[in-house]
Structure formats: C-alpha cells, structure tokens
C-alpha cells in the first residue's frame, strides 16, 4: 500500500532561539510574506503529480484563490514526472493571504498522484493552511546603568522603564591634585538597553537603526556601544554602524549601550529608539509603536576643591 506523507520544511533551516521563545511564522500558519517549501513523501519514481491550491475539501481540478506565489520548478494543475520519494513545492504567501483565510477558509494544498503515470489510478491529499496578518515584533527595554563590566545577569534584568537611579561610576578620578585645588572627574555611567525580536520567521535575522538622546539632545555615535551577546561590547565608529544594525538568524535578543558622563548638576534623562526593524529575506517590518525605552541618570553631589588656612 501506498503512503502519502506531507512533510513541512522552511525554506531555511530552523533555528532555536537562545534567550527567549518567540512567536513564529510556520509552515501551517505563515506570516504574510513568508516563503516555505511543502514536500509530500511516500511517492514512487515513475508516477505523476500534480499540485493544486484551493479553498475546498472537495478534490479539485484547477486551483483557485489568489495572495500567493508557486516557486519554479512546479505549474499548479499540471501532472510531473515523479523522480525519487518525494515532490517539494515552495510558495509565499502574499499580504491579503490571511483576510482570504477569514472569508474562505483556509488554503487547501492538494496533490493528485496518477499510478505508473498520466491516466493511471488517483490518489489524494490536502494539507490545510492558515496564514497569518504580518506579526513582526521587535521592543526596547531600558535595563538599568552599568559600569564598563556588563552585569553578569544582563539577560534576565526586567525591564526599567521610567526609572531612575545613581550611576554606577568608571573611569573616575576622585583626586584634587597634588596642591588640592583640582576638581576631580565623576568619571562615566553606562545607561543600558536590550532589543528584543518577540515574534518572526524562524531562521531570518533581521535589522533595526538605533538612536539615543541625552535630555533631548543627540548622542554622538562615539558614546553607543553594540553587543550580540550583552557581554562584549563594540564603540561604533560612524552613524553608519547605527542604520541597519544587522543581527544573525540565531539572535533574537541584542543589547545596546549609552555611555553618559557623570552629572553634579543634571539628572540626564537617556531615551533610545529603535526604527526600521526589518526581518531579512521577507523584509517584514514591525507595524507596533513599542519603539522607545527611557532610563535616567540622577546627578551625584556637588563638591569642589580644598583651600587651606
């Protein structure tokens, strides 16, 4: 007896994600704009197929429907020679692919297969698909302030917003000189903030641009530093290193920070922004508003200089 097996396989491979679980695009309920490949197994050389999409339990002749595109290499209502065990076909699901769903059901993937060839014995499958309006989702959290060492439980601070606090000083110089009359360095803070992509397609990376203010006003590209694993930290050297900050397939969590000089009379109130958060390969953006993350630096103590009598 014959067996018809559909399998599901991205079209790239799947990736686990390593610090959080993501909503994901899937082959049975895609994200518009989407590419997977279906393959039906349990086929036998020499035999023909033929693929057919449409909105019906009822065993098709042509296809039907619309908001989707069939990779080469395949012509819906038309049969092909089997080679091998298995038949693949890729297809992407277009915008407009999910308000169908809701008006016509799912799509219904078919395979007709003919015994030893065209005019042979039939035989059918369908498998059923839901896709889905776009769910890209990316969120900047604010962590806190840190000093030139990356808190060792970085990826588990919850998230800050609004809050404020002391700074946590580096490259401080609490001297007056040798005479006394030297006013000493505050030195620097690091006010610290992780970017998270919630929901996406298993196995794309994706881009973001960043930017921080400092009590509204820009801060130079010298005083933000980027890091793929919230440990090792990069300076960047130009705006550019903060227009589409690229960040791997096996990545969902990046962190950035803003180096802020220590403050007698100012709290600095740091907001960083994300925009133009883009999934690779499908080039899915984010549609949410959660684009902003703000933590502020409180002002230290005043004190000046020794004088003597």
Request: net charge negative; charged share 15%.
């Amino acid at each position: 007896m014959k067996k018809l097996i559909f399998t599901l396989v991205c079209l790239v491979a799947m990736v686990g994600f390593s610090s959080t679980v993501m909503a994901q695009s899937t082959a049975l309920a895609p994200y518009e704009g989407s590419t997977f490949t279906y393959t039906i197994g349990g086929l036998t050389s020499g035999d023909q197929i033929t693929f057919f999409i449409t909105h019906s339990t009822t065993v098709p002749t042509t296809s039907a429907g619309s908001n989707y595109t069939v990779g080469s290499g395949v012509t819906l209502g038309t049969g092909a020679a089997v080679s091998g065990t298995s038949a693949d076909i890729e297809i992407t699901w277009g915008v407009g692919a999910a308000a169908e769903v809701g008006t016509d059901g799912s799509y219904k993937l078919w395979v007709q297969v003919e015994d030893g060839g065209d005019g042979g014995c039939s035989n059918y499958r369908y498998v059923e698909i839901s896709p889905v309006a776009n769910a890209i989702e990316f969120d900047v959290i604010a962590l806190g302030v840190g000093n030139a060492t990356a808190p060792t439980d970085i990826a588990t601070i919850t998230d800050q917003e609004g809050l404020s606090s002391c700074p946590d000083k580096f490259d401080f110089d609490y001297s007056t000189g040798a005479d006394g009359t030297g006013s000493g360095d505050d030195g620097d803070t690091y006010a610290y903030y992780k970017v998270t992509r919630t929901s996406g397609t298993s196995g794309k990376g994706w881009t973001f641009d960043f930017d921080a203010t400092n009590e509204g006003s820009a801060v130079a590209y010298g005083n933000i530093e980027l890091s793929s694993n919230g440990s090792s930290f990069t300076v960047a050297t130009g705006d550019g290193d903060l227009d589409d900050i690229s960040v791997a397939a096996d990545v969902d969590v990046y962190y950035v920070r803003v180096k802020v000089a220590v403050s007698q009379s100012t709290d600095q109130a740091i907001v960083s922004t994300i925009s133009s958060e883009t999934e690779a390969d499908t080039g899915l953006t984010d549609s949410s508003s959660n684009g902003a993350a703000t933590f502020t630096v409180d002002q230290v103590a005043t004190v000046g200089s020794f004088t003597f009598n």
